[in-house]
């Protein structure tokens, strides 16, 4: 089993930025499909970008596409999200997953979280306006 632990969140005023990372713990010379969600008070979990364990594909949602960027660390275990002119409502908890039992995927594959095999704490963004 990995251990994935996601991390970079806190407050930050609006059109601010942040970096989050994600790290699959003992993956050392693995590389995994992974992804980042997040989930605001009240409301469902939803996808906001995900890479393939290649870093050859990117996903993003509509909501995201032109101010996230995600990307794979030096370390192939790790995964980064660039969050750039945030938005009060990207505040949320932000998880990653990361499909450690990996399986083909076509886009939508990567855009649910039945998807992914294990999961970070999730870490708190807020965005102050």
């Known amino acids: 089993q990995v251990l994935v632990t996601d991390s970079g969140g806190g407050s930050v005023q609006a059109g601010g930025s942040l970096r989050l990372t994600c790290t699959a713990s003992?993956?050392?010379?693995?590389?995994?499909?992974s992804a980042w969600f997040r989930q605001a008070p009240g409301k469902e979990r939803e996808f906001v970008s995900a890479?393939?364990?290649?870093?050859?594909?990117?996903y993003y949602a509509d909501s995201v596409k032109d101010r996230f960027t995600i990307s794979r660390g030096l370390g192939k275990n790790t995964v980064h999200l660039q969050m750039n002119s945030l938005k009060p409502e990207d505040t949320a908890v932000y998880y990653c997953?990361?499909?450690?039992?990996?399986?083909?995927?076509?886009?939508?594959?990567?855009?649910?979280?039945?998807?992914?095999?294990?999961w970070g704490q999730g870490t708190q963004v807020t965005v102050s306006s």
């Open positions: 997953g990361v499909d450690v039992n990996f399986h083909p995927k076509v886009k939508s594959d990567y855009l649910r979280p039945a998807t992914y095999d294990d």
């Open positions: 890479i393939s364990w290649r870093g050859d594909n990117t």
């Open positions: 003992e993956s050392t010379f693995r590389s995994y499909d």
